[in-house]
């Protein structure tokens, strides 16, 4: 019995240093935290966490002052990402901060727009062009869907279109993978 | 819609490996059979009823299937794996629980096949093996050796009654095998020679009639070898690695330590080696790491043997291998193709 | 002779070969309705140049290359162009795409065609007659030929190899075109030798093919060309490319690299015999060699024009009662067409007819058992098993760190699983996955960069206002000189400190163990860079097999 023990302690210190030794060797110094969570965040910049876009709210929550759960765009795989980075439970997200949705872009109706580039104004990332009093479009590409635009508009003619799956962007489904009777 | 291959080979499945392993394990059975009397084959027979009832409860709690994983055979490799592990004339309860434990709480509280961590036969003898120590060293006597060998019928109500014919002695039919009788003997204070001297269970090199299951088991391990089944890593770096631990004790002390044939030609060392030590969902998966997985398997068996309070260490030593598993994988990554000219 | 060296892994999958190989090629029939997608090769999508009711002639371009990674397009036959829109393409997810539809006139009325003097004609303008005449690779990648014929960029390519291992069960169209057009592939070939500058010439041929080998010597010594021809020992995959190069070469591509960067280019022989047509004869690339076969009447090898439904060609070959789906490509790589009126694109290799008995539904999955009777077969020697495991519990990293990337999705290990688990696709669902998180962060980092500069404009605006006002008031003070020129400088200024600022935090967030590191260190560091790039490179890529 004793040998048992000794050898299982053995085995347990050996493996041990083992692990000690890995850690240190492939141990990498990386960017400082701040950095860390704003590379996690969408960067939609819409402003639901409750602060000025992503950068501030990952401020917050590096001094610890904010939640991990308050972007609904970065969604429950974001509040994970978050949760591992800092080393804390996973939670589901605040649903008072808004609900993860498929991804969309703005649409202006330019049969409709006035060109009074509050629009613009309220673009985070400068994703619409136009001039005063002319018609104003989006840039879809650079769009990232934060909806900032859609109540300053006087004349409502800008809506959310949900980005379509085209053969570029469609990606290989999990497989199913049935090993219990479907209940 | 799938990527993958839309045609399979032909005839693999779960089942053929599973089938295969039971078939190579024939010739062990029969000649076990035929040197130790009927009692292997009432429990293994039971063992497999067993196994089959509790899979199938088992499988029943969890929601799945029953038919696809009932016919994988898993079950039936475990049960026997089990009954040839544990004495022949085991009382039926015993392998009741130890049953429970493989296949209940080793495999399915796991996550059933494929799933489990440790060698769920190796864990149900673990757990006998600590609980009802007496009845796990009960082993049945050689024929050779016995006064009155046992026939079906009585080895049938021995199993399952617990009485033995009028006029038999349990003496008779019972008795320690050879590694137990060397541990008894050395606790004494006997030196090998002396050991062997006194006892009539010794053989040719193993224990009369064990050393004809241990070639026997090694046939048939080489012909599942040469099914492609297990892999030829395991079962030899399993042997070297109980060949050299014992061959350096024995050197270093030849009067106290058994030579390292005598270590290898036990049934339960060549059944370890090809049949339990290769179990693939518990073993190392890469080349390296089965080497490494057989040679700590055999090192340990032999150090729990000759230092450790339990008659064999085959499970024990396989057990604890299986925990070494994942990192074992981890660190034996072989190189993949061109990774040797990467700039 | 020279001394061929085996490849890892493989298997021996039935070859059923023979079904469609005695039959010769049937030449090409024009359908009453084609329709050409645009996005039939690796890159960017052909942009369309023909409108709504244009007559348009066989051979014409009806779409040019958009970009370096792209190919032209043209009419396969001469007719009217009915639509310009989305239609079904032969593609695993079964969305629509961009598609050009004629409706043919039956006249198949040739465009003027120009051979090229390509022996005096500038290396880079052949290149571009190469991209604008259509040509792709027909292997199955369907790479743009012009940029895998440019040997800049990389180290000098010596080996030009020729892949006839054509080591898919069913397919034998590049065997019979072998056969029957041995001296145009070879006339190819010398092309390709001549713009890529390699030395040394070889065609791998599977050692099944020995009427196709026999031709192939004999067409070499009529030309006179000096070319090896080496019979390869059947074996699955062996006509992968990195799979040929170590076959003929016993060159071992880096991992996570291409057989260019060993000196090797590989080229199928469809590919070959489609330049040797588009530059000797100013053919487009606008038929291809398809074995139609499986469950068929008439299993055989058809001349058939891009985008000709499947169904017609099924027609052509007997349909016959229960057939339970068709698969596009060979039976370990290819996919299951989602519907019968797909086109036959420039990937179509063979179109192979399911029934019941040659395709039994697979059985039921398992968990796996760990028996790694995947290993042994995978040609990269991958862990499969492990691969699975990680893409099946979404540890994309971890799958990622065991070489994903080497995957070549050839099949083998779900072949021999006896659990019967679909592996590669969790190998694609996990490859996808990937290169979808590389692309939104890519955008999520325009997104953050664009949003940092109104920040800083804002900023700036802001300031100027305030300067302005101050400036304003000061003048209509002072009614001093205009502040203009002053202005401008002040911002100048602003704008220069501003760039400094947002230099300085870009360094600021590079690591920073990267300094005061020894010499083997910072290479690792530039190796892992350069993997990082090559793979946002391929992520770039739609999925698509590697070439066979
Ligand atoms: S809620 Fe909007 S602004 Fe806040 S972190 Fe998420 S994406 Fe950025
Ligand atoms: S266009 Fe509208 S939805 Fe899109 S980023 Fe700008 S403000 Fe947000
Ligand atoms: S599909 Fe990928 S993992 Fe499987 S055998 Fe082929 S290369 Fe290896
Ligand atoms: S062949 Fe299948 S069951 Fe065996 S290890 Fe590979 S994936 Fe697992």
Redesign the interface.
């Known amino acids: 019995?004793l040998?048992?023990i000794l050898?299982?302690a053995g085995?347990a210190v050996a493996?041990g240093a083992?692990l000690g030794f890995a850690a240190l060797r492939y141990k990498?110094?990386?960017?400082?935290l701040v950095?860390k969570i704003?590379a996690i965040?969408?960067?939609?910049?819409c402003g639901q966490c409750g602060f000025p876009?992503?950068?501030p709210y990952a401020e917050a929550i590096a001094r610890g002052e904010a939640d991990i759960n308050q972007c609904p765009p970065g969604g429950e795989e974001g509040v994970k990402k978050l949760a591992e980075l800092l080393g804390v439970e996973a939670k589901p997200l605040d649903e008072t901060h808004g609900v993860t949705k498929p991804k969309s872009v703005a649409y202006i109706d330019e049969a409709l727009c006035i060109g009074c580039t509050l629009c613009i104004q309220a673009c985070?990332?400068?994703?619409i062009l136009g001039a005063a009093k002319q018609m104003h479009t989006i840039i879809a590409s650079?769009c990232?869907g934060c909806e900032l635009c859609v109540a300053p508009c006087p004349v409502n003619c800008i809506s959310m279109v949900p980005l379509k799956?085209?053969?570029?962007?469609?990606?290989?489904?999990?497989?199913v993978?049935?090993?219990?009777?479907a209940? | 819609m799938t990527a993958s291959a839309h045609i399979l080979k032909d005839s693999n499945s779960v089942t053929r490996v599973m089938l295969l392993v039971l078939a190579c394990l024939l010739p062990g059975i029969l000649t076990y059979a035929w040197h130790f009397g009927w009692g292997i084959v009432i429990n293994l027979a039971w063992a497999s009823i067993l196994a089959l009832a509790l899979e199938a409860f088992a499988l029943r709690l969890r929601g799945y299937p029953l038919k696809p994983f009932l016919s994988d055979g898993s079950a039936v490799v475990t049960a026997w794996l089990l009954a040839l592990s544990l004495p022949p004339l085991a009382p039926w309860w015993l392998m009741l629980v130890g049953m429970v434990f493989a296949i209940g709480v080793a495999k399915h509280l796991y996550g059933g096949l494929g799933q489990n961590i440790f060698n769920p036969a190796m864990v149900g003898f673990a757990v006998l093996i600590i609980s009802f120590p007496a009845q796990m060293t009960q082993w049945a006597a050689p024929l050779a050796l016995a006064a009155q060998p046992l026939s079906f019928g009585d080895s049938l109500a021995y199993i399952f009654g617990g009485g033995l014919p009028p006029g038999v002695a349990l003496d008779a039919v019972v008795s320690a095998t050879p590694l137990d009788t060397v541990r008894t003997g050395l606790l004494q204070q006997h030196t090998l020679g002396e050991i062997h001297a006194a006892s009539s269970i010794f053989g040719g090199i193993g224990g009369v009639g064990g050393e004809w299951v241990a070639a026997a088991y090694l046939a048939g391990g080489i012909a599942l070898w040469a099914f492609r089944i297990v892999p030829w890593q395991v079962p030899v770096a399993f042997l070297a690695g109980i060949w050299l631990t014992a061959g350096f004790l024995h050197w270093a002390d030849a009067g106290r330590y058994a030579a390292p044939w005598f270590q290898i030609a036990t049934p339960s060392a060549m059944l370890g080696a090809f049949f339990i030590a290769t179990d693939p969902v518990s073993g190392a998966t890469t080349p390296r790491g089965r080497i490494i997985f057989g040679l700590g398997a055999g090192f340990l068996t032999v150090i729990i043997r000759v230092f450790g309070g339990y008659p064999d260490g085959v499970a024990f030593a396989i057990l604890l291998m299986n925990l070494c598993v994942p990192l074992i994988d981890a660190y034996t990554q072989p190189p993949v193709f061109g990774a040797t000219r990467k700039k | 002779m020279m001394e061929l060296q085996r490849f890892p892994g493989g298997i021996h999958p039935e070859e059923h070969k023979q079904e469609s190989s005695s039959r010769p090629i049937h030449a090409a029939f024009v359908p009453k309705k084609l329709v050409v997608p645009m996005r039939q090769h690796i890159g960017q999508p052909s942009k369309p140049i023909v409108k709504v009711g244009d007559r348009v002639l066989k051979g014409q371009m009806i779409a040019e290359a958009d970009g370096y990674v792209s190919v032209a397009m043209h009419a396969p036959s001469s007719g009217i162009v009915t639509e310009i829109g989305l239609a079904a393409v032969p593609h695993p997810s079964g969305l629509p795409d961009l598609c050009i539809t004629l409706s043919t006139d039956g006249r198949d009325e040739w465009a003027a065609r120009t051979p090229i003097d390509w022996r005096n004609t500038d290396p880079a303008a052949l290149r571009g007659h190469v991209r604008e005449l259509g040509i792709a690779g027909l292997g199955g990648a369907v790479f743009p030929s012009s940029i895998k014929l440019d040997p800049a960029g990389g180290p000098p390519i010596h080996t030009l190899i020729l892949n006839g291992g054509e080591c898919e069960p069913w397919i034998t169209c590049d065997d019979r075109l072998m056969r029957e057009r041995a001296e145009d592939i070879l006339e190819g070939a010398r092309i390709m030798q001549h713009l890529l500058g390699a030395e040394k010439l070889i065609a791998g041929i599977e050692d099944n093919k020995p009427e196709a080998i026999a031709a192939m010597r004999a067409a070499a010594e009529r030309l006179g060309l000096a070319i090896e021809i080496a019979a390869m020992p059947t074996l699955y995959p062996g006509g992968g490319g990195k799979q040929i190069t170590k076959t003929l070469t016993g060159l071992d591509t880096p991992s996570g690299g291409r057989t260019t960067d060993v000196g090797v280019q590989v080229f199928n022989m469809g590919t070959s015999y489609a330049l040797a047509r588009a530059i000797l004869h100013g053919e487009p690339l606008i038929s291809r060699i398809v074995t139609v076969t499986g469950h068929v009447l008439q299993p055989q090898n058809f001349e058939v024009l891009i985008g000709t439904p499947i169904s017609e060609l099924l027609l052509h070959a007997g349909e016959r009662d229960g057939t339970t789906g068709v698969i596009m490509g060979g039976p370990m790589m290819g996919f299951d067409v989602p519907d019968m009126d797909v086109p036959v694109v420039k990937a179509t290799n063979c179109v192979l007819a399911k029934s019941k008995e040659l395709f039994p539904p697979k059985p039921r999955e398992l968990p796996c058992i760990r028996c790694t009777q995947c290993v042994p077969v995978c040609p990269a020697e991958l862990q499969p098993q492990q691969l699975y495991w990680f893409a099946r519990a979404r540890d994309l990293g971890r799958a990622q760190e065991y070489h994903l990337f080497d995957c070549i999705e050839c099949g083998c290990c779900s072949y021999v699983c006896p659990s019967h688990i679909p592996l590669v696709d969790y190998y694609r669902f996990a490859k996808s996955e990937i290169w979808a998180r590389e692309k939104e962060k890519r955008l999520s980092d325009i997104a953050r960069e664009r949003h940092e500069f109104r920040l800083f404009r804002q900023e700036r605006e802001k300031k100027e206002k305030a300067e302005r006002l101050a400036a304003k008031a000061q003048t209509k003070r002072a009614e001093a000189p205009a502040p203009g020129d002053a202005e401008q400088d002040a911002k100048k200024k602003l704008i220069r400190e501003a760039l400094a600022r947002a230099q300085a935090r870009k360094a600021a967030v590079t690591p920073k163990n990267t300094d005061n590191l020894p010499p083997e260190k910072q290479a690792e560091i530039a190796e892992i860079e350069a993997r990082r790039a090559k793979i946002v490179e391929i992520a770039k890529q739609p999925v698509e097999p590697e070439q066979h």
């Open positions: 019995m040998t048992a050898v299982m085995i493996l083992v990498v110094e990386g960017d400082p950095e704003d965040l969408p960067q939609t910049q876009g992503c950068r985070p990332v400068d994703a650079e990232t799956e085209d053969l570029g962007s469609w990606k290989w489904k999990y497989p993978f049935r090993l219990r009777q209940t």
